[in-house]
T-cell receptor, first 112, second 115 residues
Framework: GQQVMQIPQYQHVQEGEDFTTYCNSS?????IQWYKQRPGGHPVFLIQ?????EVKKQKRLTFQFGEAKKNSSLHITATQTTDVGTYFC????????????FGTGTLLAVQP | EPEVTQTPSHQVTQMGQEVILRCVPI?????FYWYRQILGQKVEFLVS????????KSEIFDDQFSVERPDGSNFTLKIRSTKLEDSAMYFC?????????????FGPGTRLLVL
């Protein structure tokens, strides 16, 4: 079946350090989306990657989509305390409804 | 900016009771979804809905679950006879046209606790 795995499960960094989370799908994706969820909150859309090898940047966040469209990464440069939360990748395998298969998430803790 | 809304924000119920979770999707969206998230776990797809019918459902979405769009704005999830393991955060999401690879927007969720 379609599965999306993320590593690491948890990352604790000092403020100012970089952070990366990796996402792997068992099968080829149509596109991949990244969401951030603050504690007690709901998933908030960050970005969508569609093309093979695509790289997108949002300020300190860099998103990559692998050439085979089976893996992706999110890199945060110089973390801030406001970056705290769980980062989920969500795979879209296409089809009529484009349901999202969420990854297991990476919880980021940032120590001031 | 338009957003998905959900009511109630919290619901506590006794095992075996029926619950209805309500969602108001973004007004020009055509595709609607329910997801759930058990505490500390990942978000799981339950069901998608388009053109007044279910278009896809997961194995979690058994006969105890149903969805309805009773009018032009609301989208509901009903759990007929709740079980302890139904305790979770339930998120509604809506989107425009998946064929255009547009994203889904999530509501704030309903936290359901079954006692």
């Amino acid at each position: 079946g379609q599965q999306v795995m993320q590593i690491p499960q948890y990352q604790h960094v000092q403020e100012g350090e970089d952070f990366t989370t990796y996402c792997n799908s068992s099968t080829t994706l149509s596109n991949i989306q990244w969401y951030k969820q603050r504690p007690g909150g709901h998933p908030v859309f960050l970005i969508q990657l569609v093309k093979s090898g695509e790289v997108k940047k949002q300020k300190r966040l860099t998103f990559q989509f692998g050439e085979a469209k089976k893996n992706s990464s999110l890199h945060i440069t110089a973390t801030q305390t406001t970056d705290v939360g769980t980062y989920f990748c969500a795979g879209d395998y296409g089809g009529a409804t484009n349901k999202l298969i969420f990854g297991t998430g990476t919880l980021l803790a940032v120590q001031p | 900016e338009p957003e998905v809304t959900q009511t109630p924000s919290h619901q506590v119920t006794q095992m075996g009771q029926e619950v209805i979770l309500r969602c108001v999707p973004i007004s020009n969206h055509l595709y609607f979804y329910w997801y759930r998230q058990i505490l500390g776990q990942k978000v799981e797809f339950l069901v998608s809905f388009y053109n007044n019918e279910i278009s896809e459902k997961s194995e979690i979405f058994d006969d105890q679950f149903s969805v309805e769009r009773p009018d032009g704005s609301n989208f509901t999830l009903k759990i007929r006879s709740t079980k302890l393991e139904d305790s979770a955060m339930y998120f509604c999401a809506s989107g425009t046209r998946p064929q255009r690879k547009e994203t889904q927007y999530f509501g704030p969720g309903t936290r359901l606790l079954v006692l």
